[in-house]
């Protein structure tokens, strides 16, 4: 079935080249190149450059293929006894829309056709589960530099896992083209791979026995705000802020139109004393400031232009999402940032009911022993993140249990690419199982006595210590060091906590009356912690709003 190119058109270039950061440029090369755009006839046959050799498609929903050819021309996409044709706009633009395939782990090929180009043809294509894998660095984090890397390796031999690396790069318009190819999962290739994002496969292929491809757009060290799309930013109510600079940099906005007037008007006015500077060898006029967002990677939708516009709409079943190290520094507002974030990558894709699960950032640095109150460092960041479970179709996979000290960067990626897996097989593939460690539902006060219940927690509570992947090891001796207590007062005390069947009774006789309990509300909470009986962490937690 043809179709007009979907993907969002607010900052839409000519042609599918990459724009360079423009504002790199001088004015001069900036119109030159437009120019140039604008003139410029699409002679080739080019898919995008998401589809290569070795690519997984997704199963049992419309998959959509696309690119550019002349004008005109007619583009007949063939699979797995299919065929789709349709015509390129003027702009060279085309796209077809083969009907749901059903999960294959046989090579399959693909033919693209054109009427005047010729065919290409993409050699050893599986259809399966495609994730979309994106955030900061621990996303980014490679099976190489994770726990257990050679014996991870030896056990690589995974043909059906195959990984996509979206090139790194922020760009202040939307561009399509990028350098980069799926590579088949084998022991000689698997060292660069996400590797959360490769162990939450691995389960998947073990637990649904299909191929599963992961779309890896992640960049170290970013915050959320350049993930988010201009059009999310633009009608997002909760960040107003945001979606006045997204608006101002959008020239199909009156906000935007206005200010892309009066750049013209000013350009106009600096060219003549451009080129007198450069006649007269005199000093050169500083460029007119531009309107659009311009900066590094971490302003608002760089990364969304660069790194997601390109993979725009190739199908797959949801996303996956590790990031929040670089914002806990501003935590406020970081779960309507997610929320944006989600239902902008929904729009873009068609896909109002998408799944997102993410990972609540892990233990990192030290806590402090001789502050009961808690709440430093990560901890108001993480109890964002927890706020996302009431949102739908999200799901948060806790981490707090395998942080490490020295690194904010923990090796053990196995246990986050499980905890995401159990979200998807149950909520995703209907599988049914467990999703997540406990998780407070509410407390009330008995006989001075703080009695805190869990969702989650139905196969009961054990207090555990982890290190590393292996299973959770149990404590009977002893307690969560880091669970404290309150009165009317709001000073916190360290506790004592006991658990009842599925219930966590804690006291202190520091506090008689109490009213407030906090749990792991900390940068750090090491040692013994608490779990549910199905060996998952339970996520931190306060039962106060001080």
Known sequence: MASADARPAIFASTRRLTLPDIEHMNTTRFLLLVAALAANAHAGLRPAPVFTDNMVLQRDTTVPVWGTAAPGEEVTVGFAGQEATA????????????????????????????????ALSFTNVLVGEVWLCSGQSNMEWSVEHSADFEREKSDANQPLIRHFKVPRKHLPFPAAEMDASWVICTPETVAPFTAAGYFFARELVRELDVPVGLLNASFGGTQIEPWISPEAAMGSTALPELAALARKAAPSTPEGKTAYEEYLKRLEEWVPRAKAAVAAGSEFPAPVAEPWITGNEQQLTRLHNGMIVPIIPYAIRGALWYQGESNAG?????????????????????????????????????????????????????????????????????????????NIHPANKQDVGKRLALWALAKTYGRGGPVSGPV????????????????????????????????????????????????????????????????????????????????????HPEGVLLYNKDNLPALPFRTDTW
């Open 87 to 118: 015509k390129a706009g003027a702009d060279g633009r085309w796209r077809v829309d083969l009907q749901p395939l059903a999960a294959s782990k046989e090579p399959g090929t693909m033919t693209v056709t054109g009427a005047a180009a010729g």
């Open 330 to 406: 501003k935590p406020s507002r970081y779960l309507e940032k997610m929320q944006t974030l989600a239902e902008g990558w929904r729009t873009a894709w068609s896909r109002p009911e998408m799944p997102f699960y993410l990972v609540q950032l892990a233990g990192h640095q030290r806590s402090k022993p001789d502050n009961p109150a808690m709440g430093d460092g990560w901890a108001r960041l993480r109890e964002e993140q927890a706020k996302a479970l009431a949102l739908p179709g999200f799901g948060v996979a806790a981490a707090i249990d395998i942080g490490e000290t020295d």
């Open 440 to 523: 407070f539902r509410s407390s009330r006060v008995e006989d001075g006595k703080v009695v805190v219940e869990f969702d989650h927690a139905d196969s009961g509570l054990i207090f555990g210590r982890k290190t590393g992947p292996a299973t959770v090891e149990p404590v009977t001796d002893s307690g969560p060091k880091w669970i404290s207590i309150a009165g009317a007062d709001k000073v916190f005390h360290w506790a004592e906590a006991v658990i009842d069947g599925s219930r966590l009774l804690v006291r202190s006789d520091k506090v008689p009356e109490p009213v407030a309990v906090r749990y792991a509300f900390t940068q």
